[in-house]
């Protein structure tokens, strides 16, 4: 897409949570996208594998883009052994649930897609499909300078955080506030951990995705209150792990 300005949702990790996922689409339709972009992690620990990726294809066939997470690539192929237990017995759980159809949609994702000088990745530019966290200004320069895009956008670390590197120099972490247009300079490089939708980690509950406006680049990170209560007893309901529906509400 070029020659007018675009808007596109940034989504990661919605791990099946249906009630995390409708409320963001919904309170992304008000930002009036012209596309959804998921990064990765679809799939995993929530309860509802079926619809999230009804939807995921749905949005992919309109022009969207979706792009293969570890969980993702578990559910298709099998768990890895360096997955927690948890985690594992939620991917055999999500595993059983799937018809062929989904399990070769997932087994189909491309590990990263590059467009209009943009990176879209789930866990990190320089090695996508080993899986490897990207944890503080170390690894976020490493993953910018990897790749020869401005701008790099991923999931993975289940906390939002938005990273620039001038040219040459090392990286500069900035904790976003929800909400807050974040103007991306063009002589700078960008890395945006959009969070977490389905499975937010930094202590607050409410889903995260983010919006990319272009051009000129503007990035705006958002909370999205959603009924964690019910996501977290339909878990429970399922026979999914206690611990995985316990975190729900804390956002941990």
Same mark, same amino acid.
């Given at each position: 897409?070029?020659?007018? @300005?675009?808007?596109?949702?940034?989504?990661?990790?919605?791990?099946?949570?249906?009630?995390?996922?409708?409320?963001?689409?919904?309170?992304?339709?008000?930002?009036?996208?012209?596309?959804?972009?998921?990064?990765?992690?679809?799939?995993?620990?929530?309860?509802? *594998?079926?619809?999230?990726?009804? %939807?995921?294809?749905?949005?992919?066939?309109?022009?969207?883009?979706?792009?293969?997470?570890?969980?993702?690539?578990?559910?298709?192929?099998?768990?890895?052994?360096? !997955? #927690?237990?948890?985690?594992?017995?939620?991917?055999?759980? %999500?595993?059983?649930?799937?018809?062929?159809? #989904?399990?070769?949609?997932?087994?189909?994702? *491309?590990?990263?897609?590059?467009?209009?000088?943009?990176?879209?990745?789930?866990?990190?530019? &320089?090695?996508?499909?080993?899986?490897?966290?990207? @944890?503080?200004?170390?690894?976020?320069?490493?993953?910018?300078?990897?790749?020869?895009?401005?701008?790099? $956008?991923? =999931?993975?670390? #289940?906390?939002?955080?938005?990273?620039? !590197? +001038?040219?040459?120099?090392?990286?500069? #972490? $900035?904790?976003? %506030?929800?909400?807050?247009?974040?103007?991306?300079?063009?002589?700078?490089? &960008?890395?945006?951990?959009? =969070?977490?939708?389905?499975?937010?980690?930094?202590?607050?509950?409410?889903?995260?995705?983010?919006?990319?406006?272009? *051009?000129?680049?503007?990035? %705006? $990170?958002?909370?999205?209150?959603? @009924?964690?209560?019910? +996501?977290?007893?339909? !878990?429970?309901?399922?026979?999914?792990?206690? =611990?995985?529906? +316990?975190?729900?509400?804390?956002?941990?």
């Amino acid at each position: 897409m070029s020659g007018r @300005d675009v808007k596109i949702a940034l989504l990661a990790d919605v791990h099946a949570n249906s009630e995390a996922l409708s409320a963001c689409l919904e309170h992304a339709r008000g930002q009036e996208p012209d596309r959804y972009v998921f990064l990765g992690d679809l799939v995993g620990y929530g309860p509802d *594998p079926e619809s999230v990726l009804e %939807t995921i294809e749905a949005a992919v066939a309109r022009g969207g883009i979706a792009v293969l997470g570890n969980h993702d690539l578990a559910v298709a192929r099998g768990a890895s052994a360096r !997955m #927690h237990e948890e985690a594992r017995r939620a991917i055999e759980w %999500t595993r059983s649930r799937l018809g062929a159809g #989904h399990l070769q949609f997932l087994a189909g994702l *491309p590990v990263a897609v590059e467009e209009n000088g943009c990176l879209y990745v789930h866990a990190n530019a &320089w090695a996508p499909a080993e899986w490897e966290y990207i @944890d503080g200004e170390v690894d976020a320069a490493r993953s910018m300078r990897a790749t020869l895009c401005r701008r790099t $956008f991923c =999931g993975h670390v #289940h906390t939002p955080a938005l990273y620039h !590197m +001038a040219e040459a120099g090392r990286a500069v #972490h $900035f904790a976003p %506030t929800p909400g807050t247009r974040i103007p991306l300079g063009s002589r700078r490089c &960008w890395l945006g951990i959009v =969070g977490s939708v389905g499975q937010p980690r930094d202590g607050n509950p409410a889903a995260c995705y983010a919006l990319l406006e272009e *051009p000129p680049a503007f990035l %705006t $990170f958002f909370r999205v209150p959603y @009924d964690y209560e019910t +996501a977290a007893r339909r !878990m429970r309901q399922a026979g999914l792990p206690p =611990g995985l529906s +316990a975190r729900l509400s804390k956002g941990i």
